[in-house]
Structures are given as C-alpha cells and as structure tokens.
C-alpha cells in the first residue's frame, strides 16, 4: 500500500506544470552537457515544443543560448559559453582535459611573463602538449593552423580549475607546460610560423604566402608570385571532399586566366574575395571531418545535422562567387592575354580561342 502512494506522489509531481522559469533552468541545465534540437529539449524537460521554443527564443534574446542550426525543419541550441566551435557535441571530458591544459598553460605564462598570452598563442601551446603527451584530445586543422576543438579565451581561464583524471599523471602534464612555455612568444603570426614548420602544414605556409601577396597593393607585379603560391596551394590540397576539390579547382582555373590578362588588377579583389571564402570552407571542412572521431555514437545524428547545415551554407556561397569569376573569365578576349609566349600562356590562349569559337 505505501509504495503505490509512493508511485502516485512521484507521478503527480512529475505531472505538475512547471513555471517558465523551471522550464527555463532546465534547458539551460541540459544544454550544459552538449548541444540539443527543440525536440530533444522537448522531451528531456517533459514541456511541449511550442513552449520550448518560446523560453529559446527569450533566453537567446537574453545571450544565454545560440543558434547552432537554424532551418525550417530543425534548429538546434546551444549555450552560450559552450566553447567547443561549430556547435560539435563533443564529450564533457573530453573538454574539461583540454581547458585544464590551457588554464594550467595561461597561469604558467602569466607567471613567466606577466602578461596573458595571445589567443593563437594559447592555441598553439595546448596543441603542442597534447601532441608531446600523446594525449587522446582532439588536435584538428582550423583557419590558422592546428588546434583543439576549444575556442579557448586566455581571460576566462586564469582563475578557473580543473581536475585531470587518467594518464599521463597531472605532474607530468604539469612539468611539460613548464617546458614548452619557455619556447614560445607572444606574437601570432611568428607562432603559426612555428607551427607550420614543426608540423609540415604546406598547406596553411602556401596560405600565408597567398596572403601576403592579397596584402601587396602591388598586385600587376605580383601576380607571378600569386600564380606560384596558387600551384602550390593545389599539391597539398585535401581530396577528401571531392565537391568541395572541384570547386578549388574551378577557382585556380578562373584565377589563372584572369591573372593573365593585361590588367590582372581589375580582377585581384575578387580573387582575393572568392580565396577567402574558399579557405573558410576548406578549413571548416577539414576540421568537422576530423572532429567526428570525438563525437559520441548517440550524438552522431546531431553532429550530421551540424556539419550539413555549416557545408552546405558556406558551399552555395563559394558556388555562386566561383560563378561570378567564370563570368568574368567567359568576357575576357584572347587578345586581352598578356603577350608572353609561354607554354602556360599559349594554352591559356587556346583555351579562350575555342570558347570564342564556339560562342
């Protein structure tokens, strides 16, 4: 008899509606974890689904939670201070490893230097202990180079602590922090530099090169040198995602036409333009790949949804700019090639000719 009144008192608590700021307290407790679709969100708080976007969309308004994905089928939320990027649910463990490294790292700076460290600067330090630990955290290719999956703020971490569980022992981190430190500046571009080096990132070096020739407003006379570093750009380019190889492709196509032309600088901006939007989703891409290792079985499905909505947005935009460059390849004249005639040029030459023709 008493445990039927039992039962019956758990399930008329269970049953007593919540107040919005319960509701509210809640999403907020289960997004702590990893990010959630309305739907899971749903479930897990026991409210309807139109009661739980509505709390959503007031704490977003309030910055206590973003958008990860936003469709008309799905949104997926997240909390603000969530700090892996892209939204990629990745085990809390996994990231709590990853900031007592970077907080043990900041402290140890902050004492040898008396100043924070940059945040690339951070970055690349906590890769290369996690590399020197063979620590099992994810190291995965961004915009700049290596890093974790963190979007680790040095300010937010000098007073935070974290316990580290598991091997090597929490001395050994410890000690190793206090020998790398020592072999790194403050400055970000000498850190990716060093990275780049130790770790035979070509493709990031050919980059950076690309880079500083964008930055050069003398482009006419630097357009051999863009050519050059474009080429080799293309020798270490992922073929992992052969949509996304295409479309360099067609870019590198399109921008050694057009930078064969007599004026090449009518075009250098939207080079530049379209080659920054192509780096985002060639980095984005290399780095949801890798990510997914980390990504727990039962979060799979999310992590899909994630990655999808991130690619898909980025590869229409690098579409319609790539369009925008054959357009202008499409107008260009043979006559207007430059007069060289080498065997580059010539072909380029040929190739135009043969469109001409069959226009």
């Known amino acids: 008899m008493k445990t039927n009144v039992y039962k019956l008192s758990l399930i008329i608590f269970y049953m007593k509606k919540k107040s919005r700021e319960e509701i509210s307290d809640l999403i907020l407790s ?28 007031q704490l ?50 902050k004492e040898k230097n008396g100043e924070l460290p940059l945040n690339t600067t951070l970055q690349k330090v906590t890769v290369e202990i996690i590399k020197k630990c063979n620590l099992n955290l994810p190291v995965l290719p961004l915009h700049y180079g290596l890093v974790t999956a963190l979007a680790i703020k ?39 530099d060093l990275q780049y080096l130790n770790h035979n990132l070509n493709l990031f070096k050919a980059r950076k090169e690309i880079i500083k020739v964008f930055k050069n407003e ?11 570093w474009l080429l080799n750009m293309s020798l270490f380019f992922p073929t992992e995602n052969l949509e996304i190889y295409n479309l360099f492709d067609r870019y590198l196509f399109c921008s050694t036409i057009l930078l064969n032309t007599k004026s090449p600088e009518k075009n250098v901006y939207e080079i530049k333009e379209t080659f920054n939007i192509v780096w985002d989703l060639v980095t984005t891409e290399m780095f949801l790949r890798e990510a997914k290792i980390f990504v727990h079985r039962e979060d799979m499905q999310l992590f899909d949804l994630i990655m999808g909505f991130h690619l898909d947005s980025k590869i229409n935009t690098v579409e319609e700019r790539i369009t925008n460059l054959e357009y202008s390849v499409n107008a260009v004249k043979p006559e207007e090639i430059e007069t060289p005639m080498d065997k580059e040029s010539m072909e380029i030459r040929r190739i135009l000719a043969e469109g001409a023709e069959e226009e």
């Open 30 to 57: 289960f997004l702590e974890d990893k990010p959630l679709s309305i739907q899971q969100i749903s479930e897990n708080v026991g409210s309807n689904w139109m009661t739980v976007n509505q709390i959503l969309e």
């Open 60 to 109: 977003k308004s309030e910055g206590k939670v973003k958008e990860v994905v936003a469709t008309d089928k799905i949104k997926i939320f997240r909390r603000a201070n969530y700090p892996v990027f892209y939204g990629v649910p990745i085990r809390k463990e996994i990231r709590n490893k990853t900031l007592f490294i970077a907080s043990e790292i900041v402290k140890e700076w």
């Open 154 to 192: 040095p300010e937010e971490q000098i007073d935070k602590i974290y316990e580290w569980t598991g091997q090597p022992e929490r001395n050994v981190i410890i000690k190793k922090i206090k020998e790398e430190v020592p072999k790194h500046v403050n400055n970000a571009s000498e850190e990716e």
């Open 218 to 228: 003398s482009a006419k006379a630097d357009k051999n040198k863009l050519k050059k």
